[in-house]
Nanobody, 115 residues
Framework: QVQLVESGGGLVQAGESLRLSCAASGSTFSISTMGWYRQAPGKQRELVATITSGGSITYANSVLGRFTISRDNAKNTVYLQMSGLKPEDTAVYYC?????????WGQGTQVTVSS
């Protein structure tokens, strides 16, 4: 069984930075693709970034050049470093562990960026 716990969200001003963390339980983290989704009220859920077990990374165009996803397999943790934050980045951010049989989701952490 997998559990994901996000942390690091908060309220910041435009242009500032935040680092989100996602700690995963279980023994399969190191071989799993991890990702971050976000969803703002009234908007479609957006896949922000992914990182495979081998370190292959994808980003949404909306965050490219500003966000960095990384992972520390020894700590079963994935990170999302967010720089140059914009008001449109305001959303609940969800950590996701992708598996063939089932995807696992955290509870989310709120990121609010004021203008």
């Amino acid at each position: 069984q997998v559990q994901l716990v996000e942390s690091g969200g908060g309220l910041v001003q435009a242009g500032e930075s935040l680092r989100l963390s996602c700690a995963a339980s279980g023994s399969t983290f190191s071989i799993s693709t991890m990702g971050w989704y976000r969803q703002a009220p009234g908007k479609q859920r957006e896949l922000v970034a992914t990182i495979t077990s081998g370190g292959s990374i994808t980003y949404a165009n909306s965050v490219l050049g500003r966000f960095t996803i990384s992972r520390d397999n020894a700590k079963n943790t994935v990170y999302l470093q967010m720089s140059g934050l914009k008001p449109e980045d305001t959303a609940v951010y969800y950590c996701t562990l992708f598996r063939r049989s089932q995807n696992y989701w955290g509870q989310g952490t709120q990121v609010t960026v004021s203008s």
